[in-house]
T-cell receptor
Framework: IAGITQAPTSQILAAGRRMTLRCTQDMRHNAMYWYRQDLGLGLRLIHYSNTAGTTGKGEVPDGYSVSRANTDDFPLTLASAVPSQTSVYFC????????????FGPGTRLTVL | GQNIDQPTEMTATEGAIVQINCTYQTSGFNGLFWYQQHAGEAPTFLSYNVLDGLEEKGRFSSFLSRSKGYSYLLLKELQMKDSASYLCAVMDSNYQLIWGAGTKLIIKP
């Protein structure tokens, strides 16, 4: 693995189903983030983690949960998907400290019907 | 509230210069980032400004005025591959990035 990976690349999901988006980085970054990107809007932070074992809520956390069991992995779970969660989801990571650039994964395109 | 404003779309000619503006109102300021995002791809880092002034990096430069809440990204000697969206993001007092909606730059031959 080089950098940050996400899976799946895309997914079509029925409303009400549970879904976990996976994110793995091999840069040993302490901080990780989940964003959603919707047309006409900026990236919006869903959840973040400053270090393994800790997580925090971003701007739009409702309907999503995360865990950070180790440094490398930061999965995002939709407990019961709704159509408004149709979006492109990006995972990112950075060195600890606020002014470090974030490195983004390739994204997951999720459609909830 | 927190707000980042940038033009939705701009058009420029190959070989020319283009300036993409960004104005912001945020709770606190810990730096301003510019990212490039090609269609269907992830954002990639271009520049970071935390002090007033101009930061130059090859064909790209970024300027910041904290007192005006203003930044711009200057792209020189435009190439077709520069066709992309350019995202302005401000790090607020909680060290979280607040993102603008992005400026889609179209380069014409």
């Amino acid at each position: 693995i080089a950098g940050i990976t996400q899976a799946p690349t895309s997914q079509i999901l029925a409303a009400g189903r549970r879904m976990t988006l996976r994110c793995t980085q091999d840069m040993r970054h302490n901080a990780m983030y989940w964003y959603r990107q919707d047309l006409g809007l900026g990236l919006r932070l869903i959840h973040y983690s400053n270090t393994a074992g800790t997580t925090g809520k971003g701007e739009v956390p409702d309907g999503y949960s995360v865990s950070r069991a180790n440094t490398d992995d930061f999965p995002l779970t939709l407990a019961s998907a709704v159509p408004s969660q149709t979006s492109v989801y990006f995972c990112a990571s950075s060195e600890a400290g606020g002014n470090n650039e974030q490195f983004f994964g390739p994204g997951t395109r999720l459609t909830v019907l | 509230g927190q707000n980042i404003d940038q033009p939705t779309e701009m058009t420029a000619t190959e070989g020319a210069i283009v300036q993409i503006n960004c104005t912001y109102q945020t709770s606190g300021f810990n730096g301003l980032f510019w990212y490039q995002q090609h269609a269907g791809e992830a954002p990639t880092f271009l520049s970071y400004n935390v002090l007033d002034g101009l930061e130059e990096k090859g064909r790209f430069s970024s300027f910041l005025s904290r007192s005006k809440g203003y930044s711009y990204l200057l792209l020189k000697e435009l190439q077709m591959k520069d066709s992309a969206s350019y995202l302005c993001a401000v790090m607020d007092s909680n060290y979280q990035l607040i993102w603008g909606a992005g400026t889609k730059l179209i380069i014409k031959p």
